[in-house]
């Protein structure tokens, strides 16, 4: 996808959808894109709930009123974003409709829940479908409309779907830059802890690494091309969710962007435990970015933190020996000359 020119978003009229509605508004007006508005009326599954609480409801009249609740939300969007947007009630499976609507258009807007709380279940699960298995960026929508992105915050793994994540995020113009993201593994430094290495022996081992995850994150970046967004880099140790949800909400970012991986031979897409639980967790809206299909997928022991090479490195238990042993004697020239023990191996 080199430019966003066409969004989908769908509402059931609540106010999540509503909010959903206008920020793809918002989003069209500022990238000059086509905007879509849907309606999904579930036939086969409002089937029950009708019989059993309306047997009489026309279910004719309840897609005018949907057909004239859609063109009133579209005559207020008109007025608000300047744009003219094209709205459409079909009557179908709500995911199927979306998933076949969605190879049609660059961008996926949609609300986190829906509208009561049977519909606030069932929209949620279409929701988490789609964020699963649509090969198009997917806008979750969880806050009202206040003007555009301020804070972006994109994390990073180095793979080709965060490539994507990074570039998708540079074409949404945020006011104040977008934030660059990297979760670094602590494991290595609870073994030096329990091996009882000094603690200025373990800080200098940490910034070291800080540094050249830093510089890694800057090759990269300055490697896909960018525009003239504002970039800025953080690295930061901890468990990759909790280290992205601290570091949200540290910075005030009102969205996230991140990436999933394509694994399955089918073509479906994973969404991976940490992007589930950030997205799960986060306050602010979150955008899903897929794998651009033209790559190849990662290989499996690729993770979200750089890992040692086991055939040129030592393993942990030798590592921690090793800084034991040396701790006293070690100088600032010897860590350069050792830090392949601490810090990753891995090329950009």
């Not at 049609?104 to 949620?124: A, I, Q, S, T, Y």
């Not at 977008?178 to 603690?199: G, K, Q, T």
């Not at 897929?290 to 090479?309: F, G, I, M, V």
Request: hydrophobic fraction near 45%; aromatic fraction near 4%; charge should be positive.
């Amino acid at each position: 996808m080199t430019s966003i020119t066409s969004i989908l978003t769908a509402t059931d009229f609540s106010v999540d959808g509503n909010h959903a509605v206008r920020r793809a508004a918002l989003l069209a007006h500022e990238l000059g894109a086509r905007l879509r508005i849907l309606h999904v009326l579930n036939a086969a599954g409002c089937k029950p709930l009708r019989d059993w609480f309306s047997p009489t409801l026309d279910f004719d009249l309840k897609a005018a009123q949907a057909r004239d609740a859609l063109r009133r939300l579209a005559v207020e969007i008109s007025g608000a974003y300047d744009l003219t947007a094209s709205v459409e009630v079909t009557v179908g499976d709500p995911f199927e409709i979306l998933m076949q609507a969605s190879e049609h258009v660059d961008l996926m807007v949609l609300g986190r829940r829906g509208r009561g709380r049977l519909k606030g279940l069932f929209m949620g699960r279409t929701v988490e479908r789609m964020v699963r298995i649509c090969r198009r960026p997917v806008l979750v929508v969880k806050t009202s409309v206040q003007g555009g992105y301020r804070r972006v915050l994109v994390p990073i793994d180095f793979t080709a779907s965060s490539d994507a994540a990074i570039r998708v995020a540079d074409r949404l113009r945020c006011e104040r830059g977008m934030h660059v993201f990297h979760a670094i593994n602590s494991r290595r430094e609870a073994v030096l802890r329990d091996a009882d290495v000094p603690e200025h022996v373990i800080t200098e081992a940490r910034m070291m690494e800080e540094g050249a995850i830093n510089a890694r994150m800057r090759r990269k970046v300055a490697g896909l091309g960018l525009g003239s967004t504002p970039i800025n880099h953080a690295p930061a140790h901890g468990h990759p969710a909790r280290a992205i949800l601290r570091h949200a909400h540290k910075l005030g970012a009102d969205l996230i962007v991140a990436g999933k991986q394509d694994r399955s031979s089918l073509g479906g897409f994973l969404l991976g435990s940490v992007s589930s639980r950030v997205l799960s967790e986060a306050t602010c809206d979150m955008l899903i970015v897929p794998q651009p299909r033209e790559s190849s997928p990662p290989p499996a022991a690729q993770t979200l933190s750089p890992r040692l090479n086991p055939e040129s490195c030592p393993d942990n238990a030798a590592i921690a020996r090793s800084a034991a042993a040396h701790a006293g004697a070690l100088t600032r020239g010897h860590w350069i000359h050792n830090k392949a023990r601490f810090v990753s191996r891995r090329a950009s």
